[in-house]
């Protein structure tokens, strides 16, 4: 489990039209407020997308943006590091599925090639602390709020 | 060319004939209206408290209008003139402002207005011997029920199939061999494009007419179903506050549609000043209802814009002809024959919480079908991050409208701040269908 005083990972996940200028404007805000960017993805929904990032101060971001009106939210997500190892993925997967936990949505990325990878989970609230368990039993280590920002 | 006539003798009656009518169902007509709490303030204002005071058509114009918000204002009882028992019929269309408007109908209204409607189906030549397929909404709407009760006073054989299901309107006109159809001229052009699909083919068919009506369309609209459907198109025009279809029709010169006079009083009127504009000129079209007891109509404000033939027509009918409607006074958008009001989307969008207070609404053309499109804002403070909730808020939003509007709009959402905002009196509704 999470050791106290730290917290779990923050990701902020943006809404943004599917229209040209608009993922810059975020980029734009972003770079204003120094905020680094350690991984991003996105959604496309048709209409409109969803931009999920890890950023080095989520909380400011997240004001920032939403200062500009931006519709904005952190969401807790569980942020894994994983060896950088054929095989490693499955067994996080198969942990978790036996175990009939769901994951909602899923990134990940490679911080130093055939060392060390970052996989960020969104688990169902409720599912939550069971998830952590079961990956912690897995061998791997979950990344404290402060860990994951400083990569 | 053969000229059928339902009632040749009111057909072609002369105009003092006519005005002689006119000014004897007028005077039943205020009779019946000074039953009504609404139409006794109305007439008191007019000094006029008995079918008495009415001595010449001229002093229909010393009553005050009636407007859409007088009928929602009074709703639902306040230009009830009857009796419940005397009651056969309630029409209803759904409001702007959430309070909708009601017609009655008296035993009587009904067999006044379907022989009206006889009269229109007649004068263009469909008989006993054809097959009448109604493809207009039945229901609340009075375009349905009304043309039905027409065609089958005409003695065709009726199928009352409704609206949509475009492969099944298909194989029902070749399966009962369907000469005749009553159909938004939108929906007539879709229904073209869907032959193949149906694996009908055009020669299947026996088609010989389309009643077209319940959305203005220009002339090159008509010729361009007559072109492809190799059919006679006509249009008409008609209102649920007055009675429904069949106000007016054009019969088989089709240039233009006959106002019935025996049955409405038309003026045409500048709608800033409400004075009557010059013969021939356009203007705001008002109408007074002269065959309707349960819920009596004087001079209403239709809010469609046109004007009155002053040229005699080659059938011989004397009732004058109105021109296709050039559009509205009002806001009013009509998509694929169905009446929507800005408001009754604002209505919806400004009750649900997710949403911000910015809204736009889109129509355009796909194919020969309008289409709508509702743009809103998502409202950061309540925003989750969750594709799900967004998801379900755009479910939740089109349901709300459907059952508002009846039409089936596509949900966008927006970034907050990302419509234009508009200073003043909003102007929110983007009309991409190409001008005609």
Redesign the interface.
Do not use: M, S
């Given at each position: 489990m999470v050791k106290e005083g730290k917290k779990m990972a923050k990701?902020l996940?943006i809404?943004?039209?599917n229209r040209p200028g608009?993922l810059s404007a975020v980029a734009k805000s972003l770079r204003e407020n120094k905020i680094d960017i350690r991984a991003f993805t996105i959604?496309d929904?048709g209409?409109?997308g969803?931009v999920k990032f890890i950023v080095s101060n989520p909380n400011q971001a997240y004001l920032a943006l939403?200062n500009l009106?931006?519709?904005?939210?952190?969401?807790e997500i569980i942020a894994i590091s994983i060896p950088d190892k054929v095989g490693n993925f499955e067994l996080l997967t198969s942990a978790l599925a036996e175990n009939n936990i769901n994951v909602k949505d899923a990134y990940g990325f490679v911080l130093q090639t055939n060392l060390k990878g970052v996989c960020c989970l969104e688990i169902e609230e409720a599912q939550s602390a069971a998830a952590q368990k079961v990956i912690q039993s897995a061998g791997f280590t979950i990344l404290k709020d402060d860990e994951l920002y400083n990569l | 060319m053969d000229v059928p006539f339902w009632n040749r003798e009111i057909e072609t009656a002369d105009r003092s004939r006519l005005e002689t009518i006119q000014l004897e169902r007028l005077r039943e007509t205020v009779g019946w209206a000074l039953k009504t709490p609404f139409y006794q303030k109305q007439l008191r204002q007019a000094k006029i408290s008995s079918p008495d005071n009415i001595r010449s058509l001229a002093d229909l114009r010393k009553i005050p209008f009636t407007t859409k918000d007088d009928l929602r204002i009074n709703f639902p009882r306040g230009l009830l003139a009857v009796d419940m028992k005397d009651v056969v019929r309630i029409h209803s269309s759904s409001g702007t402002t959430g309070i909708p408007t009601v017609i009655y109908y008296s035993k009587e209204d009904i067999e006044n207005w379907t022989d009206m409607l006889a009269r229109c189906l007649f004068s263009t030549g469909a008989a006993s011997a054809d097959v009448f397929q109604n493809m207009m909404t039945y229901g609340m709407f009075t375009g349905g029920l009304g043309m039905h009760y027409g065609a089958e006073k005409v003695g065709m054989a009726v199928i009352p199939i409704g609206g949509g299901n475009t492969k099944r309107q298909i194989k029902t006109m070749r399966d009962f061999r369907t000469t005749v159809l009553h159909i938004t001229p939108s929906y007539l052009l879709h229904v073209h494009t869907k032959l193949e699909e149906a694996e009908v083919k055009r020669e299947d068919l026996v088609l010989k007419k389309a009643f077209t009506g319940a959305e203005p369309h220009s002339e090159d609209i008509r010729k361009k179903i007559e072109r492809i459907w190799n059919i006679d198109a006509y249009n008409s025009y008609g209102l649920s506050e007055l009675n429904g279809p069949g106000v007016a029709f054009e019969c088989v010169y089709k240039n233009d549609m006959h106002l019935w006079e025996d049955g409405y009083i038309v003026e045409i009127i500048d709608p800033e000043t409400g004075e009557q504009v010059r013969d021939g000129d356009s203007g705001e079209v008002v109408l007074t209802n002269l065959i309707r007891r349960a819920t009596p109509m004087l001079r209403y404000r239709t809010r469609d814009l046109a004007y009155l033939h002053t040229d005699p027509c080659p059938c011989g009918r004397t009732h004058r002809r109105l021109s296709r409607i050039m559009g509205r006074t009002d806001d009013m958008l009509i998509i694929n024959g169905i009446n929507l009001f800005p408001s009754q989307i604002e209505e919806v969008v400004m009750r649900i919480p997710e949403v911000a207070t910015n809204y736009i609404i889109q129509v355009e053309k796909r194919g020969d079908l309008d289409h709508l499109t509702v743009k809103v804002e998502?409202?950061?403070k309540l925003?989750?991050?969750?594709?799900s909730q967004?998801?379900a808020l755009k479910g939740r939003i089109t349901e709300e409208l459907r059952s508002a509007i009846i039409l089936h709009p596509t949900v966008?959402?927006?970034?907050?701040?990302?419509l234009p905002v508009s200073e003043g009196k909003a102007k929110r509704v983007i009309d991409l269908r190409p001008k005609e």
């Open positions: 990701q996940t809404f943004v039209e608009r959604q929904r209409d409109y969803l939403a009106g931006c519709a904005c939210a952190l969401k | 998502i409202y950061p925003f989750l991050g969750d594709p967004l998801e966008e959402l927006h970034e907050p701040n990302a």
